[in-house]
């Protein structure tokens, strides 16, 4: 096997690493012989994942509100410490809350907006200067396709998630001078805990987004998990700029 497409050795940061694609990514990742810094505000699912990682590398943890600036700058050198740097930084947290905009309050508006764009941010500020002192590593985002093509009921989710889609691209072109990648990856309806709550709330809304997906089936956490790994290792290395739709066909986009 090609030995670039192996996460061996690698030092990886991972953020929402407590649950969903998070949980999913830092397992694989571990398993194939990473050494991973997980970073959730859930404490306690922090644990579990910790507690569920194999393999022979680093596992180290914090839990950290992202949206918090010095909270995350501390956490961010806690796991730095402890994996020596990083290698790949993957933006996984994420959160949603669907419903029409003009009638959510503004405190969601802005939880909406802490989550899926100023903890990217946040990460990136914290980790880019390591990355561009060694020339070298890279940047995995996750956006959304609710970014790409627009979702009825998450509106301020999607302006978030499509921020983090020209975050990617103006990242990539800036940080391309020191071999630095950055890409994107959107993921379609996953059965997260946030999906299997929205199953929970209104199952025959999920049975028709299905019956949509040209492959007839929501993804795993562990579909997404692989693509993320794909763009974290040596084998994505001439790849930047990208964002790429992991949808199961729900949405081509040219």
Known sequence: MDQSFSLTGRRILITGAASGMGRSFAELAAADGAHVGLLDLNGDGLAETISSLTGDGTHASAAVDLSDWPATEAAVAALREALGGFDAICN????????????????????????????????????????????????????????????????????????????????????????????????????????EQEQADNPKLIEKLVRAIPLRRAADPIDQARVIAFFASEAAGYCTGQVLSVSGGLTMVG
Not at 112 to 129: E, F, G, K, M, Y
Not at 145 to 155: I, L
Not at 183 to 190: M, Q, S, V
């Open 92 to 195: 996984i947290a994420g959160w949603d809350a669907p419903g029409r905009f003009w009638e959510q309050p503004y405190d969601m508006w802005q939880r909406l907006i802490d989550v899926n764009l100023w903890s990217c941010l946040h990460v990136c500020r914290a980790t880019v200067p390591d990355l561009v002192e060694q020339e070298s590593g890279t940047i995995v985002n996750v956006a959304s396709d609710a970014g790409r093509v627009g979702s009825k009921g998450e509106t301020v989710y999607a302006a978030a998630k499509g921020g983090i889609m020209a975050f990617t691209k103006s990242a990539a072109r800036e940080l391309a001078p020191f071999k630095v990648t950055v890409n994107c990856i959107c993921p379609g309806p996953t059965w997260t805990p946030l999906l």
